[in-house]
């Protein structure tokens, strides 16, 4: 499914930084899916919860997890 790929891509991402930060441009994102931008924004606030951890962080196009 395409929220698993997206998910597990956002996964990388975090496990790749020092800092545990994913920088994401919705759009640029959605691009290399080749999804809509709204299901990067379903993957993020149905999966990158805090409940499950997260804290996502909204500046402007960038979403900071």
Known sequence: ????????????????????IAEIQRNEFAGLFGCAPSQINYVLSSRFTPEHGYIIKAEGEAEVL
Do not use: A, P
Not at 5 to 14: D, F, P, Q, S, Y
């Open 1 to 20: 499914r395409m929220s698993d790929l997206i998910t597990k891509e956002i996964i990388r991402m975090l496990n790749e930084s020092e800092e545990n």
